[in-house]
């Protein structure tokens, strides 16, 4: 599976989990919903400073969101 699509579902899951909107993860990792949604839907390639801001807004480690497990 491409890291894209695993960075995809696993941030869409944290998210989901959490109860929390796509704005509100948006606004806490500082990036546009629109950005958010391609990056749930593997249309985005975040960079590793995203990355890092995405976990930091889940509160997971930046490589839960590379795990295929």
């Known amino acids: 599976m491409q890291l894209r699509r695993v960075v995809a579902r696993n941030v869409r ?8 909107s796509q704005e509100e993860v948006a606004d806490r990792a500082r990036v546009h919903t629109t950005y958010l949604s391609g ?27 590379l795990g295929e497990g």
Do not use: H, K, M
């Open 13 to 20: 899951a944290f998210r989901e989990q959490r109860g929390l």
């Open 39 to 65: 990056i749930e839907n593997g249309r985005r390639n975040p960079t590793v400073d995203v990355l890092e801001r995405l976990a930091a807004a889940l509160s997971v480690r930046p490589s839960e969101l």
